[in-house]
């Protein structure tokens, strides 16, 4: 463990190098660049506020904001995006990188690592574009959005050690890749994002609060458009449960070190 | 040349399948199944090389050269054994680096530096000299989807031997440049030796093998079947290519400390050969430019269809200098019948520079001694060349030059 933290540290300007890199050549042969990083999750909101806020009339209870729902939606969506970047970046994180792992020697645990920095920076990016539309309809700074880079770190705790046990195993059996592509949709809809929770039966709430992301998602709405702190208790546990992940994730990594270039 | 800077003990390298997969997740934490199938690319390698020495690996496809090397170089894990390593590896393996197409080439000089485990500091100073030596001008920052597979070799090569390495592996990258470059590349290789660097090296070129290597391993079937001098080991494996199915290689030793080494069907053999001057008298040592006659004596065992003698001439370390056969001169003859003997005489001006030389002889029934050999018999014979009155040149090459020189 120390060992690997020292070679982290030994490649920390390469991990710096690649997330620039990353960012660049993702975004090398289009002509808006680096725009598409933020227009593509914003038309999504968008098409959501159109679609389920204009046509389908849903409302937010308890509020005379008209542009709740908007608000509402971006701010889940801002949560799930990263989260949902996070998992299917690791899923073929070491799949993609096949012919670089075969060819050279470096620290492997560095690739999971360029993956969380660049997925962040994209968040960041995205995070900054909806604030800046937050304030354009109204809804004004307040203190308790200073928890967001809280519950940015929960997030990434979160996905990237679900991210680096299912990237793991994607490596020896690769249909994980191919069922996690249909559960990371149901589990979408299964997170209070574009709906609030409490249009649905109680015994199906229940349910949903046993699932992480709205307790994550929830709380990123919770904070920027209610102005209410964060669900400390649950994050709490999502960490917990994280960390225990990224255990698992981390000895399993290990152990499948030797074997991996073998099926590669 | 004093301490080990590579050591492989009873190394072996399996791949395993499993009937499922998570059969072999399991044995991962201590639960261990009986994989499906398991194929032994290598089992129980075991060699030393010591610093400074450079050695050689041949051995035809499939003989698990190339994973060899990725153990040695840390890409693959062994299944069985170990590999200690002392200094800093550098590595060439395939072709390419895993480049990014569409970073330029200075970008993936940095990148590749950077997955070497170079600081900023020290890629800000190799960039220069990394640009300088691939030679790729304005396309070095071009991205890389617009280069030429030479041109990925240059980049490829100029960043891993930028900085003179311990230990260097080269898994056959060369061989895809262009000549220029080749030679180049050579040259720092060849420096790198001079400064103290150990080279693995693969390539199933003999010439770079015998003219790199103080030391070469023939690989067959995942074993060291042969490790030793590389002209001798070169030599077997040659033999080992012409008879992979009638499998007769002899290796006889001579009274130099020398090995012969000789197979084939034996339909024919070489009965005598030797080397007369213009007086007729048998030498062992010939001037410069000397008019010589090869005389060889070959023997049917077996009535054959066609018999084509073929000899060459070869320097001390084995690279060919002159080499023709009887089909090229349009001299086969057809139709012999058992126990006829066939005389050659090729008479040449031996326009060689001073130095050791052996004839290698073949008798097969075409041009090519992989269909039909009869007989392949390297270190045929061994002569000198001195120079006895010409001025003094070097190499193997005697080119008489007329050299005009004026005061203008």
């Known amino acids: 463990m120390k060992l690997m933290l020292l070679a982290i540290w030994h490649y920390r300007h390469f991990i710096l190098t690649s997330i620039k890199n990353d960012l660049r050549t993702r975004f090398a042969r289009s002509r808006l660049g680096a725009t598409w990083m933020i227009l593509q999750p914003l038309a999504q909101g968008v098409i959501y506020a159109v679609v389920l806020g204009r046509v389908l009339g849903t409302k937010l209870p308890n509020t005379n904001n008209e542009y709740a729902y908007v608000i509402y939606l971006l701010a889940g969506l801002a949560g799930w995006t990263l989260f949902a970047e996070l998992i299917t970046r690791c899923l073929t994180i070491f799949v993609d990188n096949a012919s670089l792992l075969k060819k050279m020697v470096f620290p492997r645990i560095c690739l999971p690592l360029i993956v969380s920095g660049s997925s962040l920076l994209n968040n960041l990016f995205l995070l900054i574009a909806t604030l800046g539309i937050f304030i354009a309809v109204g809804n004004y700074p307040n203190w308790m959005w200073l928890w967001l880079p809280m519950l940015i770190v929960v997030t990434v705790l979160f996905g990237l050690a679900l991210g680096l046990i299912l990237g793991v195993l994607n490596v020896f059996v690769r249909d994980v890749a191919q069922v996690m592509n249909v559960i990371m949709q149901l589990w979408f809809w299964l997170t209070p994002i574009v709906y609030a929770i409490g249009i649905l039966p109680g015994h199906f709430a229940l349910v949903l609060r046993l699932n992480p992301m709205y307790a994550i998602c929830s709380s990123y709405q919770q904070v920027l458009l209610w102005g209410n702190p964060p669900h400390f208790k649950t994050l709490g546990a999502i960490v917990v449960v994280s960390l225990v992940l990224l255990g698992i994730g981390m000895s399993l990594f290990r152990k499948a070190s030797p074997d991996m270039v073998d099926v590669l | 040349m004093s301490a080990a800077a590579l050591k492989v003990e009873g190394l072996g390298k399996a791949f395993r399948e499993y009937s499922m997969e998570w059969r072999r997740m399991l044995g991962w934490f201590g639960h261990s199944f009986r994989p499906a199938s398991e194929t032994w690319v290598l089992r129980n390698i075991s060699f030393q090389v010591f610093a400074g020495e450079s050695v050689?690996?041949?051995?035809?496809?499939?003989?698990?050269?190339?994973?060899?090397?990725?153990?040695?170089?840390?890409?693959?894990?062994?299944?069985?054994?170990?590999?200690?390593?002392?200094?800093?590896?550098?590595?060439?393996?395939?072709?390419?680096?895993?480049?990014?197409?569409?970073?330029?080439?200075?970008?993936?000089?940095?990148?590749?530096?950077?997955?070497?485990?170079?600081?900023?500091?020290?890629?800000?100073?190799?960039?220069?000299?990394?640009?300088?030596?691939?030679?790729?001008?304005?396309?070095?920052?071009?991205?890389?989807?617009?280069?030429?597979?030479?041109?990925?070799?240059?980049?490829?090569?100029?960043?891993?031997?930028?900085?003179?390495?311990?230990?260097?592996?080269?898994?056959?990258?060369?061989?895809?440049?262009?000549?220029?470059?080749?030679?180049?590349?050579?040259?720092?290789?060849?420096?790198?030796?001079?400064?103290?660097?150990?080279?693995?090296?693969?390539?199933?070129?003999?010439?770079?093998?015998?003219?790199?290597?103080?030391?070469?391993?023939?690989?067959?079937?995942?074993?060291?079947?042969?490790?030793?001098?590389?002209?001798?080991?070169?030599?077997?494996?040659?033999?080992?290519?012409?008879?992979?199915?009638?499998?007769?290689?002899?290796?006889?030793?001579?009274?130099?400390?020398?090995?012969?080494?000789?197979?084939?069907?034996?339909?024919?053999?070489?009965?005598?050969?030797?080397?007369?001057?213009?007086?007729?008298?048998?030498?062992?040592?010939?001037?410069?430019?000397?008019?010589?006659?090869?005389?060889?004596?070959?023997?049917?065992?077996?009535?054959?269809?066609?018999?084509?003698?073929?000899?060459?001439?070869?320097?001390?370390?084995?690279?060919?200098?002159?080499?023709?056969?009887?089909?090229?001169?349009?001299?086969?003859?057809?139709?012999?019948?058992?126990?006829?003997?066939?005389?050659?005489?090729?008479?040449?001006?031996?326009?060689?520079?001073?130095?050791?030389?052996?004839?290698?002889?073949?008798?097969?029934?075409?041009?090519?001694?992989?269909?039909?050999?009869?007989?392949?018999?390297?270190?045929?014979?061994?002569?000198?060349?001195?120079?006895?009155?010409?001025?003094?040149?070097?190499?193997?090459?005697?080119?008489p030059p007329r050299i005009e020189v004026r005061r203008v």
Request: glycine share 10%; aromatic share 8%.
């Open chain 2, 56 to 399: 050689g690996i041949v051995g035809q496809n499939g003989a698990g050269k190339s994973t060899l090397l990725k153990l040695v170089t840390g890409t693959l894990r062994p299944t069985e054994g170990t590999i200690g390593v002392v200094g800093r590896v550098a590595a060439i393996l395939e072709l390419g680096m895993g480049f990014n197409p569409e970073l330029t080439g200075r970008e993936n000089a940095r990148y590749t530096a950077g997955l070497m485990g170079m600081s900023p500091e020290q890629i800000d100073a190799i960039i220069p000299a990394v640009e300088a030596f691939a030679e790729i001008g304005e396309y070095f920052d071009e991205p890389l989807r617009t280069y030429s597979s030479g041109m990925q070799v240059r980049v490829a090569f100029s960043v891993v031997t930028a900085m003179r390495p311990e230990i260097l592996i080269i898994d056959e990258a060369l061989s895809v440049g262009d000549a220029y470059f080749a030679h180049k590349s050579m040259a720092r290789i060849r420096e790198f030796r001079k400064q103290g660097t150990t080279l693995l090296f693969v390539s199933h070129d003999p010439g770079a093998i015998q003219s790199l290597c103080d030391r070469a391993i023939l690989l067959e079937h995942g074993k060291v079947l042969m490790d030793g001098e590389p002209s001798e080991v070169m030599d077997y494996y040659n033999a080992l290519v012409a008879e992979k199915e009638n499998a007769t290689v002899e290796v006889k030793h001579l009274a130099s400390g020398k090995a012969q080494t000789s197979s084939g069907t034996r339909d024919a053999v070489v009965e005598t050969i030797a080397l007369f001057n213009s007086s007729g008298e048998p030498v062992e040592f010939v001037n410069v430019g000397e008019s010589v006659e090869l005389r060889v004596r070959a023997r049917l065992r077996r009535a054959v269809p066609r018999l084509v003698f073929g000899y060459m001439i070869k320097d001390r370390l084995g690279q060919p200098v002159f080499g023709t056969n009887t089909h090229h001169t349009g001299q086969a003859l057809d139709g012999l019948a058992d126990d006829q003997l066939v005389e050659y005489r090729v008479a040449f001006p031996m326009n060689i520079g001073p130095g050791s030389y052996s004839v290698s002889t073949a008798l097969s029934s075409t041009e090519t001694h992989l269909i039909d050999n009869y007989e392949w018999r390297d270190l045929a014979l061994v002569f000198n060349v001195a120079n006895q009155n010409r001025d003094l040149f070097v190499g193997t090459a005697w080119v």
